[in-house]
T-cell receptor, first 112, second 111 residues
């Protein structure tokens, strides 16, 4: 049982480059989330999805885009990487509001 | 926006009980109280959650004040493996967003 899988684990980008952070879950959860965590800080919600084809903005969505074409996958897209996007990114899934979230191991991204 | 307030850090001796407090004075009637822990370089892990009544599981207990404006995570016997950052989070039951992790409480367990 893999749970929530994130790839890659580490990535270094140059300013202005783009990339997609992959997230997949095998628990058939409807809800999926993307967070970022800056050093010494808590997690901040970037985007979330309540089901395939439905996404919505969280607390810090600027500079990011998401899509949800299947229940399993929820990729996060950075179009024009900026140093302010240097962070650790966590993907999570859950059965619904008020229920438990399951987190991936994270993607550590540096933009130089 | 429903937010929580926690002490930045706490210490506990090994094998002693630990009480981690959380204030959530703006909690609404439909907000669940969740606790997660995060070990270094790992994603958060679920610990426990509740709505109104106190809750127990194999990991911990959650004590919720009668007015629901505060709660306490209780670790019955601290071990070195319990050293982590603990987050108290309000999770609305009727929306998918509007919740905050905050900066959590960093728990140090002293051998």
């Amino acid at each position: 049982n893999a749970g929530v899988t994130q790839t890659p684990k580490f990535r270094i980008l140059k300013i202005g480059q783009s990339m997609t952070l992959q997230c997949t879950q095998d628990m058939n959860h409807n809800y999926m989330y993307w967070y970022r965590q800056d050093p010494g800080m808590g997690l901040k919600l970037i985007y979330y999805s309540v089901g395939a084809g439905i996404t919505d903005k969280g607390e810090v969505p600027n500079g990011y885009n998401v899509s949800r074409s299947t229940t399993e996958d929820f990729p996060l897209r950075l179009e024009l990487a900026a140093p302010s996007q240097t962070s650790v990114y966590f993907c999570a899934s859950g059965r619904g509001q008020g229920n438990i979230q399951y987190f991936g191991a994270g993607t550590r991204l540096s933009v130089l | 926006d429903a937010k929580t307030t926690q002490p930045n850090s706490m210490e506990s001796n090994e094998e002693e009980p630990v009480h981690l407090p959380c204030n959530h004075s703006t909690i609404s009637g439909t907000d669940y109280i969740h606790w997660y822990l995060q070990l270094p370089s790992q994603g958060p892990e679920y610990v426990i959650h509740g709505l109104t009544s106190n809750v127990n599981n194999r990991m911990a207990s959650l004590a919720i004040a009668e007015d629901r404006k505060s709660s306490t995570l209780i670790l019955h016997r601290a071990t070195l493996r319990d050293a982590a950052v603990y987050y108290c989070i309000l999770r609305p039951s009727n929306t998918g967003n509007q919740f905050y992790f905050g900066t959590g409480t960093s728990l140090t367990v002293i051998p």
